[in-house]
């Protein structure tokens, strides 16, 4: 009934994760420069979660819906997929290196997310028997600074439906493990990762088709993308994108042979990715001098 419908949004309302407004492009630069260490400037605990949100999304938004906020990673869901849209983390060497026997993905469980609308969750029993991984975008491995931290990792609202062999436990397994070595390397590094709904030619037609699973509908995506920004030691970013379809990739193939232009991942996703860094600002891109730089 309508009635119960009211109620059930209200109750979605009230257990939304993060009620508070989250920041906008004009102030999350300056925010995310604010010193937690000073004693003249001290954060209440949500102004503490604000600080972490607005140092996550350094680089910009890529859309501003349905923004969820978890301990060390951002994410925006589809409601219309019942997976994330994007998620983004910001990686440093101190937390990639981090290592305690009591903190483990063993500890971890993969659950739905309350915080999402009960008609728009995803279950785990859609994956039950669907031939697909529960595939993080934000990599469980990536978050070792505490239990809580990664168990964040394990919300459905962070897990797409992905090919399990040749992919999930191997190629991008690789692209996860990259990630973290370019936070050791340049000593942090910002992450965006998302599934893409690519069209595909049939009889001379553009087609966007993909699978659902469960009884929730889960869309499988057709390929994923990561995207990977680090500061350069002597000024400017290094930037590196990929995007792998989500079949079984051959063990032969680096994982240098699925670096693409950025504009690509931005076309297919319909939307832009580190809006805040002039592409002038790339020292590199996918390991080559950017010709445009501009020091």
Request: glycine share 4%; net charge positive.
């Amino acid at each position: 009934t309508v009635s119960d419908k009211f109620k059930e949004k209200q109750w979605y309302q009230r257990r939304v994760r993060d009620p508070t407004p989250f920041l906008f492009p004009a102030n999350a630069k300056s925010f995310a420069n604010a010193d937690l260490n000073d004693e003249h400037s001290v954060l209440d605990e949500r102004q503490k979660r604000l600080h972490k949100r607005a140092i996550i999304m350094k680089h910009g938004y890529p859309t501003m819906d349905n923004v969820m906020q978890y301990e060390d990673h951002v994410l925006a869901y589809s409601n219309i997929h019942k997976a994330p849209l994007w998620v983004c983390e910001h990686l440093t060497h101190e937390n990639v290196d981090k290592s305690s026997e009591s903190i483990s993905r063993e500890h971890s469980k993969f659950r739905s997310d309350e915080s999402v609308f009960p008609a728009f969750r995803s279950h785990n029993k859609d994956y039950l028997h669907s031939g697909y991984d529960r595939g993080h975008l934000a990599a469980a491995a990536n978050h070792r600074q505490s239990q809580s931290a990664m168990d964040d990792t394990f919300f459905l609202s962070n897990i797409c439906p992905q090919t399990g062999k040749g992919l999930n436990r191997s190629k991008w397994n690789e692209l996860e493990k990259r990630a973290r070595a370019l936070a050791r390397k340049h000593t942090s590094v910002h992450v965006l990762t998302g599934p893409l709904y690519l069209p595909t030619v049939i009889n001379n037609e553009k087609y966007v088709k993909y699978k659902l699973i469960g009884d929730n509908n889960v869309a499988v995506p057709t390929h994923f993308y990561k995207a990977m920004v680090a500061p350069s030691r002597s000024g400017g970013y290094h930037l590196e994108c990929y995007v792998m379809p989500n079949e079984e990739i051959r063990d032969d193939l680096p994982i240098s042979s699925f670096l693409v232009p950025k504009f690509s991942i931005e076309k297919g996703a319909g939307y832009f990715i580190f809006e805040f860094i002039a592409d002038s600002q790339y020292r590199t891109i996918n390991g080559r001098p950017n010709s445009d730089y501009i020091s």
